[in-house]
């Protein structure tokens, strides 16, 4: 018998090469720490639903691959300062456009942001999400101020995301430099999604908000990413465009289309806003 296992064990041969073994078994191990990782973050980019690029494997590789290296950080505000100093655009300086009330402003706080995806497009918020109430009042919100503004704006798909509907600058307006950049849009609702919202603001207000905890840049807002990753396709995102986070209530319902109200009064330079 003993002699059995010996003879046995005498077949048993260890690889010529150990340092392939230990590269082999590293890679095992490594597949099976990274595997579900990767899993999880195709699962989250699936759950954004439809944006401005597919929603599919292709689009996720695409993102992780090609776009998530140009982004940027979204939460600083320094650079609103310099534009307002400079007297780039026109904001109206220190004052903007917004009219919400300290109060409002404060109702929500820089603690109390959503978590947002991780994917530098399409930029959507993971927590927070409104209820179904909340989300079809908004919605018609939404649309019945294009109707209130049509001597200022129009109501059309989105040139940044194509499931989105956005407000246009009316064809009668004339477009600033800023508005051409845009392709004449001014702000889009994710509607199918989490009811987020872009919006491209005065760089007043873009401070405001932001350090307020209403909302944060977009990952390529102030760079020339979006124009040569889509080959000349689409514009480029300027620095003051930006997300808003998705009501949560009736009254945030009326303080974000306040928000939106101040981005059609920048992009138009109209302040006559119903």
Request: negative net charge; glycine residues 8%.
């Given at each position: 018998?003993?002699?059995?296992?010996?003879?046995?064990?005498?077949?048993?041969?260890?690889?010529?090469?150990?340092?392939?073994?230990?590269?082999?078994?590293?890679?095992?191990?490594?597949?099976?720490?990274?595997?579900?990782?990767?899993?999880?973050?195709?699962?989250?980019?699936?759950?954004?639903?439809?944006?401005?690029?597919?929603?599919?494997?292709?689009?996720?590789?695409?993102?992780?691959?090609?776009?998530?290296?140009?982004?940027?950080?979204?939460?600083?505000?320094?650079?609103?300062?310099?534009?307002?100093?400079?007297?780039?655009?026109?904001?109206?300086?220190?004052?903007?456009?917004?009219?919400?009330?300290?109060?409002?402003l404060a109702s929500r706080s820089v603690t109390d942001r959503p978590v947002v995806g991780p994917h530098v497009v399409p930029q959507r918020?993971?927590?927070?999400?409104?209820?179904?109430?909340?989300?079809?009042?908004?919605?018609?919100?939404?649309?019945?101020?294009?109707?209130?503004?049509h001597h200022l704006v129009k109501l059309q798909q989105s040139n940044?995301?194509?499931?989105?509907?956005?407000?246009?600058?009316?064809?009668?307006?004339?477009?600033?430099?800023?508005?051409?950049?845009?392709?004449?849009?001014?702000?889009?609702?994710?509607?199918?999604?989490?009811?987020?919202?872009?919006?491209?603001?005065?760089?007043?207000?873009?401070?405001?908000?932001?350090?307020?905890?209403?909302?944060?840049?977009?990952?390529?807002?102030?760079?020339?990413?979006?124009?040569?990753?889509?080959?000349?396709?689409?514009?480029?995102?300027?620095?003051?465009?930006?997300?808003?986070?998705?009501?949560?209530?009736?009254?945030?319902?009326?303080?974000?289309?306040?928000?939106?109200?101040?981005?059609?009064?920048?992009?138009?330079?109209?302040?006559?806003?119903?």
């Open positions: 018998m003993a002699e059995s296992i010996t003879n046995a064990l005498s077949k048993v041969r260890l690889p010529a090469d150990r340092l392939t073994l230990v590269f082999t078994t590293a890679a095992v191990l490594g597949s099976a720490l990274v595997l579900p990782t990767i899993y999880r973050d195709y699962c989250t980019f699936r759950d954004y639903g439809p944006g401005g690029i597919p929603n599919n494997v292709i689009g996720w590789l695409t993102v992780r691959a090609l776009f998530q290296p140009f982004k940027r950080e979204m939460f600083t505000t320094e650079e609103y300062v310099k534009r307002v100093e400079a007297a780039e655009g026109h904001g109206k300086g220190d004052d903007g456009y917004l009219t919400l009330s300290p109060e409002q918020q993971l927590t927070q999400i409104p209820d179904d109430d909340i989300m079809d009042k908004f919605c018609a919100a939404f649309s019945s101020f294009e109707l209130r503004n940044q995301e194509e499931y989105s509907d956005a407000l246009f600058l009316a064809d009668h307006l004339p477009a600033t430099d800023l508005a051409m950049t845009m392709k004449g849009e001014i702000a889009h609702l994710h509607s199918g999604n989490d009811h987020s919202v872009h919006v491209v603001c005065a760089p007043a207000d873009c401070k405001k908000i932001i350090e307020a905890g209403w909302g944060q840049r977009h990952g390529f807002s102030g760079t020339s990413a979006m124009t040569f990753l889509s080959l000349g396709t689409l514009p480029d995102i300027p620095s003051e465009y930006i997300m808003i986070y998705a009501p949560r209530t009736e009254a945030e319902i009326q303080t974000v289309m306040d928000i939106v109200a101040a981005g059609v009064k920048f992009m138009t330079g109209c302040e006559d806003v119903r």
